[in-house]
C-alpha cells in the first residue's frame, strides 16, 4: 500500500476486510482463509509466471479481456496496453477510472457488469 496502487486514494485494506466483518454469509475465518490462499497462489504460481515469455504469446483460441484499473501501480497501464497491440487475436482492455489493482472490488457493480457483458455476448 505505500505506493497506493493497491486500492485507489486508500493507504489501507479496510474496503476489502469490512465486508468480511459486517458479512452474514462470510466469517473472519473465511477472511483468514482467503488471504492463506491467496498467498500459496502467489507462492506457487510466480516462478512459472516469471518464466512465461508474453512477448512470444500473440495468438490465442479466444477473447483476451484486460480488466485495469487506471491507478494500478502493480501492473503497469502502458505495459498492458503496449501487449494488447502486439496480440494478434480479438483483445480488448476495460478501464476502471477509479481503482487500484483490485477493479473487482473498487467498481464491483461496473465489472460484474462488464464480465455479464462479455459471457452473454460469447454465447
Known sequence: MKY???LYGKS?????????????????SDLVRRVKGA????FALWEELL????ESQQFFDMPIYFFEGRH???VSSQLVEEYARTIKSKVSIIWYENSG??????????????????VEHLE
Do not use: C
Not at 518464466?51 to 508474453?54: I, K, Q, S
Not at 483490485?102 to 460484474?112: G, I
Open 12 to 28: 489501507h485494506y479496510l474496503k476489502l476486510v469490512m465486508p468480511f466483518v459486517w458479512s452474514r454469509t462470510y466469517s473472519v
Open 39 to 42: 498467498s500459496q497462489s502467489i
Open 72 to 74: 494500478d501501480h502493480h
Open 101 to 118: 489493482h483490485f477493479p473487482q472490488w473498487e467498481e464491483a457493480s461496473k465489472f460484474n457488469q462488464d464480465v455479464t457483458d462479455i
Open 51 to 54: 518464466d512465461v515469455d508474453f
Open 4 to 6: 497506493q496502487g493497491s
